[in-house]
């Protein structure tokens, strides 16, 4: 990760520690509490697809790739278990057609047992295209490169296409899918290709793919495609169902390869493992893209096998794209970070929604979390812009460690204190709106929370166990409007030392579902309404009408005007309402559990990550 560092891991630990002894009378600076979340785990989460697609390592394509004559071309024709060709450059012994100069090759008819051996030795690209040609092989690759400087795929204009291979490969061949390649490949055209991949994957390369157009349609007992250095769609209509991972780059050995990136087209993808997988980074940046991994979120996930929607081993960017995901596992997961710059995001998932063992930045664009277990979750979270609504069964944003575990026997108190003060784990929220439902914790940070921007609406549990906020360190707010609702016993605010002022209500009886409740002030201003969306105990509220020291009132049972986010709205006519409660700005909610003495929690490990 070395190209995507920006601070040392160590330089990251030592800026939080600070934070967390020393800045409990102010807001944490921007550029203090920016440093400490985005670098966790040393990695920039601020980067861009163009920053992160500038680092890797493809063959990029050119116009001279798409100019090609088919006078030129050698024609061959394909029939049943032989073929004749026009012209020089294909050696055909029975049902085995090799290609032994570079150059452009017109395949067409059907081949219903024999292969296509590219093997050459000259420079210039060797171009295959597939003008009404359906090939299959019962002991081998329909198509192999084997040798060949450049390797092309063209999908002849409006025609239909088809591969098939093995159901068995040789324990010494050389091949291993339907259609494979030893070197770069690419695949464009106008017209369709379905490939099925009998006993491994479909689409292979040990090189890289670029799939630039086509129709294709591909299932596999395994991997859908997988090109080893780098899997590149810019554009097309492609279709996988995989027994594996749908799409997949693995080359675990150079940090400039193993990625994924969809820069256009339509590309939908049904796996039993991941939907795409990807040893770097993975780069969706343009077209859209549907992702159904392990079943969908309905399935139980099986620990034995990784069924993600979008897993990267180093850094995930969503940009500009519309992706759709539907997961037993995380939907979108990376080991280091993640970062959404823009585009419609849509995840359903039965574990994790948005996930990151670094950083989760999120800094404009669209998520919408429809079911999940933990909503957004990493060892920080930032958010500086963009629309988010989460539904989560467990919390619904989730700051912890990804160093853990604590030391045997450590109280849940103890660890939390130790995973504040060892590592980089920091909520940051500058601007966006962000709607939260979650079962357990709305909110939950094992370590420092600011809040400086943004639209924020949280519903937590019913749960007396839970809040709809949990933080076990500095939590600050100095900018932006924060409601939050929930239970009673565990009820937090942010930092009576913050720049901005909370009022805190608690309720002596439940307030139900769909209830209309509106803050006034005492002078009889409304300062801020909204509708209940669960029965309510509690009830945070921070912008920066409200004044330290000030008497605030909760009235229920009024009517609002138009909303503003969620259920919070502008406050209307609430002169039949009923007074239930009274409380005073930058007041502790009263009576409440404090941090420091949660360690009675079920729920929850010792570091504040659900388990599974």
Known sequence: MGK???????????????????????????????????GALGIDATQNAEQILADNDTSPTTSADFDYSVTQAVSIALQSTTASASGAGAVIDGSTITITTAGTYVLGGTLSDGQIVVDTADEGIVRLVLDGANISSSTTAAIYFAAADEA???????????????????????AGAALDSSTDLLVWGDGSLTVHGNANDAIASSAGVTIDSGSITVDAVDDGIRGKDYLVIQGGDVNIAAGGDGLKSDNDSDEARGFIAITAGIVAVDAAGDGLQAETDLVVSGGSLAVISGGGAAILADDDVSSKGLKSGDFTVLEGATVTVDSSDDAVHSDGAIHLGSGMVTLATGDDGFHAEGTAYISDGTLLITHSVEGIEGQAVTISGGSIDVTASDDGINVSSANGPVEEGASAAEADTELASDSTN????????????????????????????????VTGTTDSRNGALDTDS???ISGGTLLAVGSSLMAEAPDAESEQTT?????????????????VDSAG????????????????????????????????????????????????????????????????????????????????????????
């Open 152 to 174: 092309q795929i063209v999908l002849a204009d409006g025609s239909v296409n088809s591969l098939s291979d093995t159901s068995a490969y040789a324990d010494d061949s050389e």
């Open 474 to 476: 500095t939590f600050l």
């Open 503 to 519: 009022v805190s209500f608690l309720f002596e009886t439940d307030i139900p579902a769909d209830t209309v409740v509106t803050l």
């Open 525 to 612: 201003n409304a300062v801020a309404g909204f509708t209940t969306l669960k029965t309510t105990q509690s009830i945070v509220f921070s912008s920066d009408e409200i004044v330290a020291g000030a008497s605030y009132n909760a009235f229920t049972g009024g009517e609002l005007e138009d909303t503003i986010l969620g259920g919070f709205a502008h406050a209307g006519d609430y002169s039949a309402a009923t007074l239930d409660s009274t409380a005073i700005g930058g007041d502790d909610p009263a009576g409440t559990v404090s941090r420091s003495d949660r360690s009675d929690r079920s729920g929850t490990d010792a570091g504040g990550r659900t388990e599974g």
């Open 426 to 457: 920091t909520l940051l929220i500058t601007g966006g709106e962000i709607v939260i439902d979650s079962n357990s914790d709305g909110i939950d940070v094992n370590g420092v929370a600011s809040i400086s921007g943004g639209t924020i609406v």
């Open 4 to 38: 995507k560092t920006l601070f040392a891991a160590g330089f990251s630990t030592i800026v939080l520690t600070a934070i967390v002894a020393g800045c409990s009378t102010a807001a944490l600076s921007d550029a203090t509490a920016e440093a400490a979340a985005v």
